[in-house]
């Protein structure tokens, strides 16, 4: 059989719901089904499947590490880190001899590096975590990692889940019963994090059903007649009080931003930041912040040139005042590899000189270490939308986008002269003794 060209998709395009659709409430499927659908980011009426790997594939019942190289190729997953580990789940990649179809990445798979000793270890995650997906939101808090909407074999879901990272087995639990009206069911948004709140912002999926606070406008191109309910981008606001176990809508004021999916979001101090995005057919530049406490928005106009209009970029904080921005996808269809450092005291947009400029990405993640670095993976480097296989990748990118702390330093110099200070290394605490170890051995193994 002759493969089918990939068809052009879009980052803020959904898959038809296959035979229900997902209001919060859909059936969970059968262990072992596979499903069958168009690529969640499709154009028009050409779509490329996606099919969605078996759970029973995994040993759910092992919650041992499985030293690997790294994980597979992805783009649309998420990242978190606690402490010095960097959690990624989700995503979906090319499948290996179907053409140009995808899977989405198994839902109980977890993938770990370790930035102080630069390895990655694979674990496997139990719970009632229902579907494998892509363009969820991801964010980490008090080692607690919280999962919110997406995309599935179904459509999109509102569903929330909570894992706790530092328990000794990894055990996905949703979040049920939850005061208020939760936000719609969609992908591609953002979050910020304050006080114990989640507030998630934007995205792309299904109108809301009843009255909301801010803006859903219909996708006009999208045309399919069994996208019922018919999807679009909105600009609303939702936050998930953690004390409370509540969702509530803030009354905002100010000049709010456009509907959007596939922007980027940062939190800084009490602010809120918001960067790009696609509304329509516009990959945006702009940029906004709303103040946490206040709920009053703001947008932010830098008299210098700064970076191009785009989507699927990330927007990660790397100090008190800079915010790291990095790749993303053009209106005129480039995957980028440019890197800028906004300042927030100075109101600037600075170009970041970097050595990845030969690997561009879209949909990847980032995450900012403990000691200056800014981590990139995966991600798809190339134009997802063309008729051409997409080069998903599992890459780490780091950036040293901030000065090697005083620790990081003495730790390097150590290993460098280990020869003639290893007789001293028992007169370390036991913390940094363990660290040295660890250290010089992932040495020794990559020698």
Same mark, same amino acid.
């Given at each position: 059989?002759?493969?089918?060209?990939?068809?052009?998709?879009?980052? /803020?395009?959904?898959?038809?719901?296959?035979?229900?659709?997902?209001?919060?409430?859909?059936?969970?499927?059968?262990?072992?089904?596979?499903?069958?659908?168009?690529?969640?980011?499709?154009? &028009?009426?050409?779509?490329?499947?996606?099919?969605?790997?078996?759970?029973?594939?995994?040993?759910?019942?092992?919650?041992?590490?499985?030293?690997?190289?790294?994980?597979?190729?992805?783009? $649309? *997953?998420?990242?978190?880190?606690?402490?010095?580990?960097?959690?990624?789940?989700?995503?979906?990649?090319?499948?290996?001899?179907? $053409?140009?179809?995808?899977?989405?990445?198994?839902?109980?798979?977890?993938?770990?590096?370790?930035?102080?000793?630069?390895?990655?270890?694979?674990?496997?995650?139990? $719970?009632?975590?229902?579907?494998?997906?892509?363009?969820? +939101?991801?964010?980490?808090?008090?080692?607690?990692?919280?999962?919110?909407?997406?995309?599935?074999?179904?459509?999109?879901?509102?569903?929330?889940?909570?894992?706790?990272?530092?328990?000794?087995?990894?055990?996905?639990?949703?979040?049920?019963?939850?005061?208020?009206?939760?936000?719609?069911?969609?992908?591609?948004?953002?979050? !910020?994090?304050?006080?114990?709140?989640?507030?998630?912002?934007?995205?792309?999926?299904?109108?809301?059903?009843?009255?909301?606070?801010?803006?859903?406008?219909? /996708?006009?191109?999208?045309?399919?007649?069994?996208?019922?309910?018919?999807?679009?981008?909105?600009?609303?606001? *939702?936050?998930?009080?953690?004390?409370?176990?509540? !969702?509530?809508?803030?009354?905002?004021?100010?000049?709010?931003?456009?509907?959007?999916?596939?922007?980027?979001?940062?939190?800084?101090?009490?602010?809120?930041?918001?960067?790009?995005?696609?509304?329509?057919?516009?990959?945006?530049?702009?940029?906004?912040?709303?103040?946490?406490?206040? !709920? &009053?928005?703001?947008?932010?106009?830098?008299?210098?040139?700064?970076?191009? $209009? %785009?989507? !699927?970029?990330?927007?990660?904080?790397?100090?008190?005042?800079?915010?790291?921005?990095?790749?993303?996808?053009?209106?005129?269809?480039?995957?980028?590899?440019?890197?800028?450092?906004?300042?927030?005291?100075?109101?600037?947009?600075?170009?970041?000189?970097?050595?990845?400029? /030969?690997?561009?990405?879209?949909?990847?993640?980032?995450?900012?270490?403990?000691?200056? &670095?800014?981590?990139?993976?995966?991600?798809?480097?190339?134009?997802?939308?063309?008729?051409?296989?997409?080069?998903?990748?599992?890459?780490?990118?780091?950036?040293?986008?901030?000065?090697?702390?005083?620790? %990081?330093? +003495?730790?390097?110099?150590?290993?460098?002269?280990?020869? %003639?200070?290893?007789?001293?290394?028992?007169?370390?605490?036991?913390?940094?003794?363990?660290?040295? %170890?660890?250290?010089?051995?992932?040495?020794?193994?990559?020698?």
């Amino acid at each position: 059989m002759a493969e089918r060209a990939a068809p052009e998709v879009d980052e /803020d395009m959904g898959d038809p719901p296959a035979e229900d659709e997902d209001d919060g409430s859909d059936r969970d499927e059968e262990d072992g089904d596979i499903a069958w659908i168009l690529n969640d980011v499709m154009e &028009e009426d050409e779509g490329e499947a996606v099919v969605v790997l078996a759970d029973n594939e995994l040993d759910l019942a092992s919650s041992e590490a499985v030293p690997l190289e790294a994980p597979a190729e992805r783009s $649309g *997953h998420i990242a978190v880190i606690d402490g010095s580990l960097m959690y990624v789940w989700g995503g979906y990649k090319s499948a290996q001899n179907l $053409g140009f179809f995808d899977l989405y990445l198994p839902r109980y798979e977890m993938w770990i590096y370790d930035m102080e000793v630069g390895v990655w270890t694979k674990h496997s995650c139990s $719970g009632n975590l229902h579907k494998s997906m892509s363009g969820s +939101c991801g964010v980490c808090v008090d080692g607690v990692l919280y999962l919110f909407g997406g995309h599935h074999a179904r459509g999109n879901t509102n569903r929330i889940y909570r894992l706790p990272l530092r328990a000794s087995s990894l055990v996905w639990e949703e979040m049920r019963n939850l005061k208020g009206v939760p936000p719609s069911s969609k992908d591609k948004l953002g979050c !910020w994090v304050q006080k114990n709140r989640l507030v998630f912002f934007g995205g792309y999926g299904y109108a809301p059903e009843g009255p909301h606070q801010g803006t859903f406008e219909y /996708d006009e191109s999208s045309s399919f007649p069994w996208d019922t309910p018919r999807r679009g981008w909105n600009n609303h606001i *939702h936050i998930l009080d953690l004390e409370t176990n509540s !969702w509530s809508q803030p009354v905002t004021t100010g000049t709010s931003p456009s509907p959007r999916a596939a922007h980027a979001c940062a939190t800084l101090g009490s602010r809120g930041y918001v960067f790009g995005g696609r509304y329509k057919n516009y990959r945006l530049n702009d940029m906004y912040y709303i103040n946490l406490d206040t !709920w &009053e928005w703001h947008e932010v106009v830098v008299p210098q040139l700064g970076p191009v $209009g %785009r989507s !699927w970029h990330s927007f990660t904080p790397v100090s008190p005042d800079q915010i790291f921005l990095f790749g993303g996808f053009t209106t005129d269809k480039q995957t980028l590899s440019d890197a800028w450092l906004y300042c927030v005291s100075r109101n600037e947009w600075k170009p970041f000189k970097h050595g990845h400029t /030969d690997s561009p990405r879209l949909w990847h993640s980032a995450c900012a270490g403990p000691d200056g &670095e800014l981590f990139v993976f995966g991600g798809c480097a190339n134009n997802l939308i063309s008729h051409q296989r997409a080069a998903h990748s599992n890459k780490l990118l780091v950036f040293n986008v901030q000065p090697k702390s005083l620790f %990081r330093v +003495c730790m390097e110099a150590i290993l460098k002269h280990q020869s %003639r200070l290893a007789s001293c290394w028992d007169c370390l605490p036991k913390h940094l003794l363990s660290s040295l %170890r660890r250290r010089m051995v992932i040495k020794q193994l990559g020698s």
